[in-house]
């Protein structure tokens, strides 16, 4: 099995370098746009594995908690703010930030709401039950959307200058890409100090690691458990806004796409861990991005879900503790 | 939250009691009998000031009232002639009569009140053939205890089978096995349905045993996701599938789906000897309005009687003892030699079989394959018959699956119409069907999570975890 999994990366690898020798700027923009995907990703992908890390639950509901964060952040910029293309920078960066925070509390507080509702009372039934919920939930919220902004798609003007940064052998790295890595580098610096250095992130890993041995050491699981969904909505509202700015259009089904790449991509750097989601979602945002853009021999965008799905049993089938590996029961 | 419903739902009701006269004592002492009919009557007065309240009253209530409560209410089951114990039999073969008579008074029946007119027979084929594909969910949700999130990919896999099989889109081949309704010179492979249906099934269980083997080691939640990947990825294959890997292969004729696709039907000489139809297209009415429709459900009326021999026999054979062993728990099953893989192999190509057969039977039903009929919610609807019948249990999932492909097709929108006439709103209740039927999944597994028919055992199961308190909640539970 390794042989067959090298031979498959050393192809890989190969149609990358072909496609990077038959042109050079044109991969070079590709790999930007795979990285502005994977940073967003990341901040999706976050959700699942901290809610996945503490309650082994996938939790259907993040894409679409995602989704009515990308639609809130939208109207706010629309119709608070009223940006548009010539709104001045001031403006502009007074708007982000307010939504971002608006968002980022809405969709906290709307996730910690379902886990009270939909998930805390099914903890003693069996594991399926809370999954089974879920999905039911994911439903509810989509259709929230739809009764709210009906099945098109809710559009945001492109506001975000799009400047060049800098460039590389010709290829120009913009400003609206790199706004998408300046609001989600600090978002997860934040997490990631949030988790490491703090009282409470201890207790999220103790009930993470064991919940009736941390409800011993006198840990409130209940509340660890709403303060992690309280995080993981946080970080699905600032992928919200993320998304709403940088692609302009949002609507009732993105969040169920999105979510489960982000799942994909949270799976492939290991489930539970966190650097490892990083890791996978920027894994998929490059590997969506080569198959859509690059010309040499790409399948293209038709079969990016199948591309994305097969990675992902592909993991759970050989390897699924990830790449990083969290020892799950199936990877333990 | 559950416990605090149900608290006062029995409140409720042990007060209605005393209020009536009955209090605790003398109600534990009455007949069980005289039990059953004071809880009935209590409940149909209940439903129908409901309806009186909500202001859609109509006479028809009764009647439907009158029916269910003649089925629901004695225990027909523990009648005998003479030492013979026909009660088993007596209220399936009821419905069983209803049913096969539908065509003839289902467009004669009265308005019901909220619910509006009684569904058309062509919704009445579709439900029998939701009725399949739940009862072969059954088998993988309900005995297996496998969630199944890729339920579609059977479906769309039996519907793409008729089509190669029952089609012109091979264009360059000439085959004709027994099929009915051709015109001279036809191209294509055309196999007579009666052959296409179990030869899709087996095709969609060789699929479902290609997908288990790697996958139902698993457990749980991952399995469900690896499912749902694949009820993803089929779909697309279908889409994308007119040239595969740039190609000129064309096996599913991309976006524009495979169509016309054969209709069944028994040929000429059945028809002039045994007065079957020849073909269904060409059916005569036989007394009813629609004899295309009257011909296509009393034949899904049959394949669903086959399946639901196929779910009885099968759940108490060794083989179905084994599943549900293992949905109770799965290391004390292997501990107790049973194989777990090779079992729940054989549970995912069983459902497999059955939604491949119902898959089959729907793209001869509405002559065609195509791609858009074949999406994620399909999977999860169906997964809410399942559950919303009652997993495992087989009069459960049919009267689920009837129930919501009812409300899906016609329901939503008739009571849509009465409540928005009613109340002078404007809800488009139909749009918001998906997100009813999740509602329907939360709601249902808060507060009654065996379903409403459940099976004795699977409520067991669910009542058992409920009441294992976890330790981090016994502070609450206990205050």
């Keep these: 099995m390794p042989v067959i999994a090298a031979m498959l990366l050393v192809a890989l690898g190969l149609w990358l370098a072909i496609n990077l020798y038959k042109g050079p700027a044109y991969f070079f923009t590709i790999f930007f746009i795979g990285l502005t995907n994977g940073a967003l990703y990341a901040l999706v992908a976050l959700g699942y594995t901290l809610v996945y890390g503490i309650l082994e639950l996938i939790n259907f509901a993040h894409g679409d908690v995602f989704m009515l964060g990308g639609l809130f952040s939208a109207t706010m910029l629309l119709s608070a703010f009223h940006l548009n293309g010539h709104s001045s920078t001031g403006v502009l960066v007074a708007a982000i930030v307010a939504s971002l925070g608006v968002a980022m509390v809405g969709c906290g507080l709307l996730n910690a709401a379902i886990e009270r509702i939909a998930y805390r009372p099914l903890r003693g039934a069996p594991r399926l039950a809370p999954l089974i919920t879920a999905i039911g939930m994911s439903f509810i919220l989509q259709d929230v959307a739809i009764g709210w902004k009906g099945p098109g798609y809710t559009a945001v003007p492109e506001v975000l200058p799009t400047g060049k940064v800098f460039s590389i052998g010709g290829v120009v790295y913009t400003w609206e890409k790199f706004i998408v890595v300046l609001i989600t580098v600090p978002v997860l610096l934040a997490l990631i100090w949030l988790v490491q250095r703090t009282k409470q992130g201890k207790a999220m890993r103790a009930t993470a690691q064991d919940r009736d041995a941390a409800a011993i050491m006198g840990i409130n699981v209940n509340r660890t458990i709403s303060f992690t969904f309280l995080i993981a909505g946080m970080l699905a509202g600032a992928g919200g806004l993320v998304y709403a700015l940088y692609f302009g259009q949002i609507r009732y089904d993105t969040g169920f796409e999105l979510g489960l790449i982000a799942f994909t991509a949270a799976v492939l750097g290991g489930i539970g861990n966190l650097p490892g989601a990083v890791l996978g979602a920027l894994l998929i945002g490059f590997i969506q991005a080569f198959n859509e853009g690059l010309q040499w021999h790409a399948p293209g965008s038709n079969w990016t879900q199948s591309i994305v799905f097969s990675i992902l049993i592909l993991i759970l089938v050989f390897r699924p503790e990830g790449l990083l590996g969290e020892r799950t029961p199936e990877g333990g | ?479």
């Design chain 2, 1 to 479: 939250m559950r416990r605090r419903v149900l608290a006062s739902i029995s409140g409720a009701w042990w007060t209605a009691l005393a209020a009536l006269g009955l209090p605790h004592e003398r109600w534990r002492a009455l007949p069980a009998m005289r039990r059953r009919i004071v809880k009935a009557a209590l409940w149909t007065v209940i439903v129908l000031l409901l309806i009186a309240w909500l202001g859609v009253w109509h006479w028809s209530a009764f009647v439907a009232a009158a029916i269910v409560l003649a089925i629901a209410v004695p225990r027909w089951s523990r009648t005998r002639v003479g030492k013979r114990r026909v009660g088993r039999v007596i209220v399936p073969l009821a419905v069983l009569a209803l049913a096969v008579a539908y065509p003839y008074y289902g467009t004669k029946l009265p308005e019901l009140p909220l619910f509006g007119p009684f569904p058309q027979l062509s919704t009445m084929v579709i439900a029998g053939i939701f009725t399949m594909m739940a009862l072969g969910l059954n088998f993988v949700v309900g005995y297996a205890g496998l969630l199944d999130l890729g339920y579609v990919a059977f479906y769309a896999m039996g519907a793409y089978s008729a089509g190669w099989f029952a089609s012109s889109q091979f264009s360059r081949q000439k085959l004709n096995v027994g099929a009915v309704g051709l015109y001279p010179g036809a191209t294509g492979i055309h196999f007579s349905m009666w052959l296409v249906l179990p030869i899709a099934g087996v095709i969609t269980a060789i699929a479902g045993i290609l997908i288990g083997l790697p996958t139902l080691r698993l457990r749980g939640d991952y399995l469900a996701i690896v499912t749902l990947g694949f009820g993803e990825i089929l779909p697309q294959v279908a889409r994308n599938g007119d040239h595969l890997f740039g190609t000129n292969v064309n096996l599913t004729n991309g976006t524009e789906g495979i169509t016309p696709i054969d209709p069944p039907g028994f040929g000429n000489w059945l028809q002039a000897h045994l007065h079957l139809p020849s073909n269904f297209l060409t059916a005569p009415s036989f007394g009813t309005g629609d004899g295309l429709d009257a011909v296509f459900f009393w034949t899904v009326i049959v394949l669903v009687l086959i399946t639901i021999f196929c779910s009885a026999r099968l759940r108490d054979s060794r083989l179905g003892r084994a599943w549900i062993a293992i949905r109770e728990d799965e290391t004390a099953a292997a501990a107790m030699g049973i194989p777990l893989m090779r079992t729940k192999t054989w549970a995912y190509a069983t459902g497999a079989f059955f939604g491949g057969i119902a898959g089959a039977y729907y793209a001869s039903y509405k002559s065609g394959a195509f791609p858009d009929d074949f999406f994620f919610q399909i999977s999860v609807f169906i997964l809410c018959m399942v559950i919303l019948g009652g997993m495992g249990n087989i009069w459960g999932v049919i009267f689920g699956a009837v129930f919501l492909t009812y409300l899906n097709y016609e329901g939503l929108s008739n009571i849509g119409t009465q409540v928005n006439d009613k109340l002078g709103t404007n809800i488009n209740l139909p749009k918001y069907e998906f997100g009813i039927f999740g509602a329907i999944l939360v709601i249902v597994m808060l507060l009654r999570p065996e379903g409403l028919l459940p099976s004795r055992r699977r409520a067991a199961e669910f009542h058992e975890g409920v009441h294992d308190e976890p330790l981090y909640d016994a502070e609450v539970a206990g205050a």
